[in-house]
């Protein structure tokens, strides 16, 4: 099961966070300092896995932005991998070429798509045509949101 | 209020529309896509573009103000509040609390349109966890969107729910999202699985009666739903792999479909098809086939695939490769798919990838216990991960030579280990590697010099954060010794000189428990060693007694050792100064054991039979039932104190002062007589035996307490081969493949580590020489076949700290208080048989009465010969006992329609007619409900039958065993095994010296339900001999409904005992047409669920029941519009959601 899933920039700058366990607001932020702090120091040639108290952390890069999950240590290191690459592939079909700035702006909309995949810190959601259908519906809310953006709010 | 948001923003003039820094080419985004003129936007590009935290933290409260202001004022519309709600998310984000906004979040997920709902849900997401109260606001909102027409609203609730949702909420909502697992949309079905998922986890007990749905969504035409219910299989196999065994023909079905591309193309990812659902079925198929031969065999064709489809060079494939390697070796193995899972490490293991690296260690020492072969394939690799730049990949191939050392290569192993050690940095770590350093060293120490060594850096490396059994499990194995004498004396001396080179330098410090550690070991050893005056040793503890680095617990344990030293020397002047230095202390504590010394020192001769020599392990008798004190306390009883309570019981009379209902049978034994065996009694836990038991067992549990003491607490961690939870059963080893050329490699290794290939040893590099040396003593004494006959010789030199074995003794002290029970029994049953008339209803009496009467028990002639006199007394007794029952049975039932199976006549004989052993039950049993006799199991020669009685205090298993054979049957035994749900009272086995040719003997078992369950089997077997000793096992399903009886009460104790109880559940369940009014459902219950109707009262019934031995449930029914609401209140939490699982069930059947 996945602990927690976060973003960073590479200036270690939170951009998404999300708890699959219950811990007190002071804990989470003790743990992303600690992790951040770790991820960013580690050098390129090294593996992608770090050992974190009894957890593990799988991270990948993707341009400025880390994605870091914390797992357990008998999940399974390359699947979650490729669940931070199947996210990054849900995002990138969203917003379309997707870079850090979208998820800086539109983070809502990262947390809609990643709760359509990944539910109580199990992936959920295998088949691409679900997948594209949720992220369709929110389309559908996006269009408003951009209706609603374009008109003069107050 | 809107101004209030313009201040803000003026506040900031000139961010707005600048361009964020860094924004690189791909920033612009498409068109609105980061919608620069919001007030999130203009937010995220002025914190952007701040240079200090101390700027940012002004910021963020200039609008955490200006957002509070907004959030609560009456006007703000939906709209403003959702775009507050994605600011307010992002303060939360940056480490800002914004709690105030809580309630705003759910108020917006209740009042919002779509768009407005989404965010108002996942700002509560965000926002709480499970245990906040505001969580139960929610629970409205969440209901009425279940039952909403609009499917995203459906979909947006079931998310939320499968997120987070308050645990005693879930009746609620229940219902509503069951009927969504028949929805037609496969998306809503799978969410509402999704959503059962989380109940299951955070609330198993409420979800059992919906156990065949989840086999529906397991065969759902939708894959997606399919892949959402494997989480819920998952997690159940997880916890009991036994009950699912039938559905494995499904998961391999599903499997092989999925890995032969039968799913539709939108589950590929990069072109495997549904990765994670292979892996998931994987895992389930892992934990179905271990040391299960038969399932097994059901899986190899579909993994052998699995291996053979995942060929694609990517991750995702890996991935699949890794899970099947795990699976292959955790079920039943078979040789030629080992083989090839071998392989597919070699695979991982040589690949240049770091990541893939990593997993093929990972799955290298997963399986390294079983073919440790494979080590010695991939030596080199190790040896190269060994001095890996990446700290995981170290600690995960330590991880694997921790899993292969023995007694050979030990010391390189913890040598290297060591090293890591003294590297690393995080707690975790060193607290994991410590404990394993400990272990090794404890099991395979070559030598005295450096296990003590080891264990001196173990310690002071570990500092104060090792486990605590570290030292415990340290000092025990010098206190209790080796089987060597002189290994012993050798060990302690020489741990009694370290310490003293190690206290020689002045300054060092010590970790606390290593100081502890070393006074121990000073204080018990330090006569063995001659050379070095005691009164040396004195000054080096004075000294550490001042530094203010030692904690007060280290002083303690360092007065300790200076008293025990103390004892062995005629007078010291370090003594006194300590004595005197510390008298005065401010630690109270100190304070108190420097008196102690005093006033030792003073009476030398007290003072050494104290403090024995090396006396630790001498075991000290403790009469723990305090039975010295009964004469003080029959005296206090005789001059007319109050007899002593003990604490709960206080409390519960307390609480029942005024209710006047008191379930504990306290108090009968001081009725009638105040002896001084009465008053142990009060040692017994059930609080069910009585004058006459208690008589019986008063010394004889002082006795066992005494024998049993010892072992309580200390966990047996530590055994012959070392560590005991680690041992795991090495199955089928004799199947797996044993490479030649490997075990030749290894014939030449064990020698003096000679080049690994010749021809190659010549063009080595003096570094790779290095290595190859490295690994032959790394990997000597591996492998099976050509090490064996080394290996065996070496085990038995290098076992040496076998720690000599305590388990026979304790077992013949065991034994020795069974015959003592056994002759205390049959000392003291003829005079029970005299007497149980005063104590009517024991039922310990009443057992006893019971099993004399069926010879099966009586074991010795001299037991019939004292049975014969007071035979016409007894018979009397059981007649009496025997309308006693009666009463108590009319007295259970009456007004109750239970149905109570009563055997008739002629069913008696037709089951008579198929075999000639029916059981039937004894006369006096006949009387009470029991159930139908029912074959349990069956071999050539035996057949058990049983039958439950259900009495007013307890569950009777009656088992019949016949003997089917034309000869005796010697030496039957009948054993129950104690599981976590049910206790046995007396004794769990039962033994058959003889059973006659075509003969039936019974027995009969008392049951208790310690733990709830609905349903739960209890293990068993039966043994016995023939022409060989044989054993068969049989389990017998006991549901919870075997230990619920009625409980009268009247309505007002009713509702008394209501206010006093806490934990309750409420339910609505729907009521059948035939059934609409409420005295028919309560008759339902009543009769199906032995319920006793303590009243009704327009709409409403109030039924009570208990738990045996004596926990109440009370329960509350309602009708209303079809539903009948039920709600029950217990003092045990698990009860009314057991119930309730019973109530639906009885209701759904009516």
Same mark, same amino acid.
């Given at each position: 099961?996945?602990?927690?899933?976060?973003?960073?920039?590479?200036?270690?700058?939170?951009?998404?966070?999300?708890?699959?366990?219950?811990?007190?607001?002071?804990?989470?932020?003790?743990?992303?300092?600690?992790?951040?702090?770790?991820?960013?120091?580690?050098?390129?040639?090294?593996?992608?896995?770090?050992?974190?108290?009894?957890?593990?952390?799988?991270?990948?890069?993707?341009?400025?932005?880390?994605?870091?999950?914390?797992?357990?240590?008998?999940?399974?290191?390359?699947?979650?991998?490729?669940?931070?690459?199947?996210?990054?592939?849900?995002?990138?079909?969203?917003?379309?070429?997707?870079?850090?700035?979208?998820?800086?702006?539109?983070?809502?909309?990262?947390?809609?798509?990643?709760?359509?995949?990944?539910?109580?810190?199990?992936?959920?959601?295998?088949?691409?045509?679900?997948?594209? $259908?949720?992220?369709?519906?929110?389309?559908?809310?996006?269009?408003?949101?951009?209706?609603?953006?374009?008109?003069?709010?107050? | 209020?809107?101004?209030?948001?313009?201040?803000?923003?003026?506040?900031?003039?000139?961010?707005?529309?600048?361009?964020?820094?860094?924004?690189?080419?791909?920033?612009?985004?498409?068109?609105?896509?980061?919608?620069?003129?919001?007030?999130?936007?203009?937010?995220?590009?002025?914190?952007?573009?701040?240079?200090?935290?101390?700027?940012?933290?002004?910021?963020?409260?200039?609008?955490?103000?200006?957002?509070?202001?907004?959030?609560?004022?009456?006007?703000?519309?939906?709209?403003?509040?959702?775009?507050?709600?994605?600011?307010?998310?992002?303060?939360?984000?940056?480490?800002?609390?914004?709690?105030?906004?809580?309630?705003?979040?759910?108020?917006?997920?209740? /009042?919002?349109?779509?768009?407005?709902?989404?965010?108002?849900?996942?700002?509560?997401?965000?926002?709480?966890?499970?245990?906040?109260?505001?969580?139960?606001?929610?629970?409205?909102?969440?209901?009425?969107?279940?039952?909403?027409?609009?499917?995203?609203?459906?979909?947006?609730?079931?998310?939320?729910?499968?997120?987070?949702?308050?645990?005693?909420?879930?009746?609620?909502?229940?219902?509503?999202?069951?009927?969504?697992?028949?929805?037609?949309?496969?998306?809503?079905?799978?969410?509402?699985?999704?959503?059962?998922?989380?109940?299951?986890?955070?609330?198993?007990? &409420?979800?059992?009666?919906?156990?065949?749905?989840?086999?529906?969504?397991?065969?759902?035409?939708?894959?997606?739903?399919?892949?959402?219910?494997?989480?819920?299989?998952?997690?159940?196999?997880?916890?009991?792999?036994?009950?699912?065994?039938?559905?494995?023909?499904?998961?391999?079905?599903?499997?092989?479909?999925?890995?032969?591309?039968?799913?539709?193309?939108?589950?590929?990812?990069?072109?495997?098809?549904?990765?994670?659902?292979?892996? /998931?079925?994987?895992?389930?198929?892992?934990? +179905?086939?271990?040391?299960?031969?038969?399932?097994?065999?059901?899986?190899?064709?579909?993994?052998?695939?699995?291996?053979?489809?995942?060929?694609?060079?990517?991750?995702?494939?890996?991935?699949?490769?890794?899970?099947?390697?795990?699976?292959?070796?955790?079920?039943?193995?078979?040789?030629?798919?080992?083989?090839?899972?071998?392989?597919?490490?070699?695979?991982?293991?040589?690949?240049?990838?770091?990541?893939?690296?990593?997993?093929?260690?990972?799955?290298?020492?997963?399986?390294?216990?079983?073919?440790?072969?494979?080590?010695?394939?991939?030596?080199?690799?190790?040896?190269?991960?060994?001095?890996?730049?990446?700290?995981?990949?170290?600690?995960?191939?330590?991880?694997?030579?921790?899993?292969?050392?023995?007694?050979?290569?030990?010391?390189?192993?913890?040598?290297?280990?060591?090293?890591?050690?003294?590297?690393?940095?995080?707690?975790?770590?060193?607290?994991?590697?410590?404990?394993?350093?400990?272990?090794?060293?404890?099991?395979?120490?070559? %030598?005295?010099?450096?296990?003590?060594?080891?264990?001196?850096?173990?310690?002071?490396?570990?500092?104060?954060?090792?486990?605590?059994?570290?030292?415990?499990?340290?000092?025990?194995?010098?206190?209790?010794?080796?089987?060597?004498?002189?290994?012993?004396?050798? +060990?302690?001396?020489?741990?009694?000189?370290?310490?003293?080179?190690?206290?020689?330098?002045?300054?060092?410090?010590?970790?606390?428990?290593?100081?502890?550690?070393?006074?121990?070991?000073?204080?018990?050893?330090?006569?063995?060693?001659?050379?070095?005056?005691?009164?040396?040793?004195?000054?080096?503890?004075?000294?550490?007694?001042?530094?203010?680095?030692?904690?007060?617990?280290?002083?303690?344990?360092?007065?300790?050792?200076?008293?025990?030293?103390?004892?062995?020397?005629?007078?010291?002047?370090?003594?006194?100064?300590?004595?005197?230095?510390?008298?005065?202390?401010?630690?109270?504590?100190?304070?108190?054991?420097?008196?102690?010394?005093?006033?030792?020192?003073?009476?030398?001769?007290?003072?050494?039979?104290?403090?024995?020599?090396?006396?630790?392990?001498?075991?000290?008798?403790?009469?723990?039932?305090?039975?010295?004190?009964?004469?003080?306390?029959?005296?206090?009883?005789?001059?007319?104190?109050?007899?002593?309570?003990?604490?709960?019981?206080?409390?519960?009379?307390?609480?029942?002062?005024?209710?006047?209902?008191?379930?504990?049978?306290?108090?009968?034994?001081?009725?009638?007589?105040?002896?001084?065996?009465?008053?142990?009694?009060?040692?017994?836990?059930?609080?069910?035996?009585?004058?006459?038991?208690?008589?019986? %067992?008063?010394?004889?549990?002082?006795?066992?307490?005494?024998?049993?003491?010892?072992?309580?607490?200390?966990?047996?961690?530590?055994?012959?081969?070392?560590?005991?939870?680690?041992?795991?059963?090495?199955?089928?080893?004799? %199947?797996?493949?044993?490479?030649?050329?490997?075990?030749?490699?290894?014939?030449?290794?064990?020698?003096?580590?000679?080049?690994?290939?010749?021809?190659?040893?010549?063009?080595?590099?003096?570094?790779? $020489?290095?290595?190859? &040396?490295?690994?032959?003593?790394?990997?000597?004494?591996?492998?099976?076949?050509?090490?064996?006959?080394?290996?065996?010789?070496?085990?038995?030199?290098?076992?040496?700290?076998?720690?000599?074995?305590?388990?026979?003794?304790?077992?013949?002290?065991?034994?020795?208080?069974?015959?003592?029970?056994?002759?205390?029994?049959?000392?003291?049953?003829?005079?029970?048989?005299?007497?149980?008339?005063?104590?009517?209803?024991?039922?310990?009496?009443?057992?006893?009465?019971?099993?004399?009467?069926?010879?099966?028990?009586?074991?010795?002639?001299?037991?019939?010969?004292?049975?014969?006199?007071?035979?016409?007394?007894?018979?009397?007794?059981?007649?009496?006992?025997?309308?006693? %029952?009666? +009463?108590?049975?009319?007295?259970?039932?009456?007004?109750?329609?239970?149905?109570?199976?009563?055997?008739?006549?002629?069913?008696?004989?037709?089951?008579?007619?198929?075999?000639?052993?029916?059981?039937?039950?004894?006369?006096?049993?006949?009387?009470?409900?029991?159930?139908?006799?029912?074959?349990?199991?069956?071999?050539?020669?035996?057949?058990?039958?049983?039958?439950?009685?259900?009495?007013?205090?307890?569950?009777?298993?009656?088992?019949?065993?016949?003997?089917?054979?034309?000869?005796?049957?010697?030496?039957?035994?009948?054993?129950?095994?104690?599981?976590?749900?049910?206790?046995?009272?007396?004794?769990?086995?039962?033994?058959?010296?003889?059973?006659?040719?075509?003969?039936?003997?019974?027995?009969?078992?008392?049951?208790?339900?310690?733990?709830?369950?609905?349903?739960?089997?209890?293990?068993?077997?039966?043994?016995?001999?023939?022409?060989?000793?044989?054993?068969?096992?049989?389990?017998?399903?006991?549901?919870?409904?075997?230990?619920?009886?009625?409980?009268?009460?009247?309505?007002?104790?009713?509702?008394? +005992?209501?206010?006093?109880?806490?934990?309750?559940?409420?339910?609505?369940?729907?009521?059948?047409?035939?059934?609409?009014?409420?005295?028919?459902?309560?008759?339902?219950?009543?009769?199906?669920?032995?319920?006793?109707?303590?009243?009704?009262?327009?709409?409403?019934?109030?039924?009570?029941?208990?738990?045996?031995?004596?926990?109440?449930?009370?329960?509350?029914?309602?009708?209303?519009?079809?539903?009948?609401?039920?709600?029950?209140?217990?003092?045990?939490?698990?009860?009314?959601?057991?119930?309730?699982?019973?109530?639906?069930?009885?209701?759904?059947?009516?």
């Amino acid at each position: 099961m996945i602990h927690f899933i976060l973003l960073f920039s590479r200036q270690g700058k939170l951009r998404l966070q999300k708890w699959y366990t219950t811990l007190p607001d002071k804990e989470k932020k003790k743990i992303i300092r600690e992790i951040i702090q770790i991820i960013l120091s580690r050098n390129q040639k090294t593996s992608s896995f770090v050992d974190w108290k009894d957890l593990k952390l799988v991270y990948k890069r993707y341009a400025s932005l880390y994605f870091c999950c914390a797992i357990e240590d008998q999940d399974n290191e390359l699947l979650t991998l490729e669940v931070v690459h199947r996210y990054v592939e849900l995002l990138d079909r969203y917003f379309g070429n997707v870079c850090e700035l979208d998820i800086i702006f539109n983070f809502e909309k990262a947390y809609f798509i990643l709760d359509e995949f990944i539910i109580g810190g199990e992936v959920q959601e295998t088949s691409k045509k679900t997948a594209v $259908k949720a992220i369709e519906d929110s389309d559908m809310l996006q269009e408003t949101v951009e209706e609603y953006m374009n008109k003069p709010a107050f | 209020m809107s101004d209030v948001v313009e201040r803000t923003l003026s506040a900031l003039p000139g961010l707005l529309g600048q361009h964020d820094p860094g924004a690189g080419p791909g920033g612009a985004g498409g068109p609105g896509r980061v919608s620069a003129s919001s007030r999130l936007g203009s937010l995220i590009r002025s914190i952007t573009a701040l240079t200090s935290k101390h700027e940012e933290e002004k910021l963020i409260q200039q609008e955490l103000t200006s957002l509070k202001a907004t959030v609560s004022a009456p006007s703000t519309t939906l709209r403003l509040m959702k775009e507050c709600m994605v600011r307010l998310i992002y303060c939360e984000m940056l480490g800002y609390e914004s709690s105030f906004g809580y309630i705003h979040a759910i108020k917006l997920a209740q /009042q919002g349109n779509l768009l407005e709902k989404r965010v108002g849900y996942l700002a509560v997401s965000l926002f709480l966890h499970e245990n906040h109260e505001l969580l139960l606001l929610l629970v409205n909102t969440v209901v009425k969107d279940l039952q909403s027409t609009n499917l995203v609203e459906v979909c947006m609730a079931l998310t939320v729910v499968s997120q987070i949702f308050p645990r005693e909420m879930i009746p609620a909502v229940l219902p509503l999202i069951e009927d969504k697992l028949q929805h037609s949309k496969e998306i809503i079905r799978r969410k509402a699985v999704q959503a059962l998922y989380k109940f299951y986890l955070i609330a198993p007990n &409420q979800v059992q009666h919906i156990h065949d749905k989840f086999r529906k969504a397991l065969c759902d035409r939708d894959a997606g739903v399919m892949a959402a219910s494997l989480h819920i299989y998952l997690q159940m196999i997880k916890e009991n792999s036994s009950g699912y065994k039938d559905l494995t023909g499904s998961f391999v079905t599903i499997l092989k479909q999925v890995v032969g591309g039968k799913l539709s193309a939108d589950f590929n990812y990069h072109s495997v098809p549904a990765p994670w659902l292979q892996i /998931q079925l994987l895992r389930i198929l892992g934990l +179905l086939g271990k040391d299960d031969p038969r399932t097994s065999e059901l899986m190899y064709d579909v993994l052998d695939e699995s291996l053979r489809r995942a060929e694609i060079n990517h991750n995702i494939t890996y991935a699949i490769l890794f899970e099947c390697v795990q699976t292959i070796y955790t079920i039943h193995p078979k040789s030629e798919l080992l083989e090839k899972a071998a392989k597919c490490i070699g695979k991982f293991v040589l690949s240049p990838k770091i990541n893939l690296k990593y997993l093929g260690l990972k799955a290298l020492t997963y399986v390294i216990q079983q073919d440790p072969n494979l080590a010695l394939q991939h030596q080199m690799t190790i040896i190269e991960c060994l001095d890996h730049p990446d700290p995981i990949i170290k600690r995960e191939t330590l991880e694997l030579l921790y899993r292969i050392t023995n007694g050979q290569n030990v010391i390189v192993i913890v040598q290297k280990m060591l090293d890591y050690l003294k590297e690393s940095q995080e707690e975790y770590a060193i607290i994991s590697l410590v404990g394993k350093i400990a272990e090794l060293a404890e099991k395979y120490a070559p %030598n005295n010099e450096w296990f003590i060594q080891t264990m001196n850096a173990v310690f002071s490396v570990g500092g104060d954060v090792v486990h605590s059994d570290i030292p415990n499990n340290f000092l025990r194995l010098l206190a209790e010794g080796f089987d060597d004498e002189k290994e012993d004396h050798q +060990l302690r001396v020489y741990a009694v000189q370290s310490y003293l080179a190690l206290l020689e330098e002045e300054d060092k410090l010590y970790p606390q428990k290593f100081l502890q550690v070393m006074s121990w070991v000073l204080g018990e050893y330090f006569s063995l060693v001659t050379d070095v005056d005691p009164e040396v040793i004195l000054t080096k503890l004075h000294s550490l007694l001042k530094k203010s680095f030692v904690t007060s617990e280290t002083k303690a344990w360092i007065m300790a050792a200076a008293t025990k030293i103390a004892s062995h020397t005629s007078c010291s002047k370090t003594v006194d100064e300590i004595i005197q230095e510390l008298s005065s202390s401010l630690d109270t504590c100190l304070r108190q054991y420097a008196f102690e010394l005093k006033h030792l020192c003073e009476d030398k001769a007290l003072m050494k039979t104290l403090l024995p020599f090396d006396a630790s392990c001498s075991d000290l008798v403790v009469d723990a039932s305090l039975s010295f004190l009964d004469g003080f306390v029959a005296e206090g009883l005789a001059h007319g104190a109050a007899p002593y309570k003990p604490h709960h019981q206080r409390q519960e009379e307390k609480l029942s002062q005024e209710k006047a209902l008191n379930f504990e049978p306290y108090g009968l034994s001081f009725a009638s007589s105040v002896s001084s065996s009465g008053v142990t009694g009060r040692q017994s836990p059930t609080g069910l035996s009585f004058g006459s038991d208690i008589s019986g %067992n008063s010394a004889e549990t002082g006795h066992k307490e005494t024998n049993t003491l010892k072992l309580e607490g200390v966990r047996k961690l530590w055994g012959k081969e070392g560590y005991l939870p680690k041992k795991e059963n090495k199955t089928g080893k004799e %199947n797996e493949p044993q490479p030649v050329p490997c075990g030749s490699l290894l014939a030449g290794q064990v020698g003096e580590a000679p080049a690994l290939q010749p021809e190659q040893g010549a063009s080595l590099s003096e570094e790779d $020489k290095e290595k190859q &040396q490295l690994a032959s003593t790394l990997f000597i004494g591996l492998g099976s076949s050509a090490g064996v006959s080394l290996m065996g010789k070496a085990d038995t030199a290098t076992q040496k700290f076998k720690r000599k074995s305590k388990i026979t003794e304790t077992q013949q002290l065991s034994e020795e208080a069974s015959d003592f029970q056994n002759s205390a029994a049959s000392n003291f049953d003829p005079l029970l048989d005299t007497i149980p008339v005063n104590v009517e209803d024991s039922e310990g009496s009443m057992h006893t009465g019971l099993r004399k009467g069926s010879p099966s028990s009586s074991d010795t002639v001299e037991d019939n010969l004292a049975f014969e006199t007071p035979q016409s007394l007894r018979k009397s007794v059981l007649d009496d006992r025997i309308s006693a %029952n009666r +009463l108590s049975q009319s007295s259970l039932f009456a007004d109750n329609n239970i149905e109570i199976f009563q055997p008739s006549s002629s069913a008696q004989c037709e089951s008579a007619s198929e075999t000639p052993l029916v059981p039937s039950l004894p006369e006096e049993l006949e009387e009470l409900p029991h159930s139908k006799v029912v074959g349990l199991c069956q071999s050539d020669a035996l057949a058990l039958h049983l039958c439950k009685v259900w009495t007013d205090e307890s569950l009777l298993l009656i088992v019949f065993v016949s003997n089917k054979t034309t000869a005796a049957l010697h030496a039957v035994n009948l054993v129950f095994e104690e599981t976590e749900h049910f206790q046995i009272l007396e004794s769990a086995t039962s033994h058959f010296p003889v059973i006659e040719a075509q003969s039936v003997e019974h027995c009969q078992k008392c049951v208790r339900m310690n733990k709830v369950c609905t349903q739960a089997v209890l293990p068993a077997s039966v043994g016995y001999q023939s022409e060989m000793e044989t054993c068969l096992e049989f389990s017998v399903t006991l549901s919870l409904m075997d230990f619920i009886r009625p409980m009268e009460m009247t309505t007002e104790d009713f509702g008394k +005992l209501w206010l006093s109880l806490s934990n309750d559940v409420k339910q609505n369940i729907k009521m059948s047409p035939c059934q609409d009014s409420l005295s028919a459902a309560l008759d339902t219950l009543q009769q199906k669920l032995k319920l006793h109707r303590v009243d009704v009262i327009g709409n409403e019934g109030i039924l009570a029941c208990q738990l045996l031995p004596c926990v109440p449930c009370l329960l509350h029914c309602r009708t209303h519009s079809g539903m009948l609401a039920l709600w029950f209140r217990s003092p045990c939490a698990a009860l009314p959601d057991g119930l309730l699982y019973q109530c639906q069930k009885v209701m759904e059947e009516s």
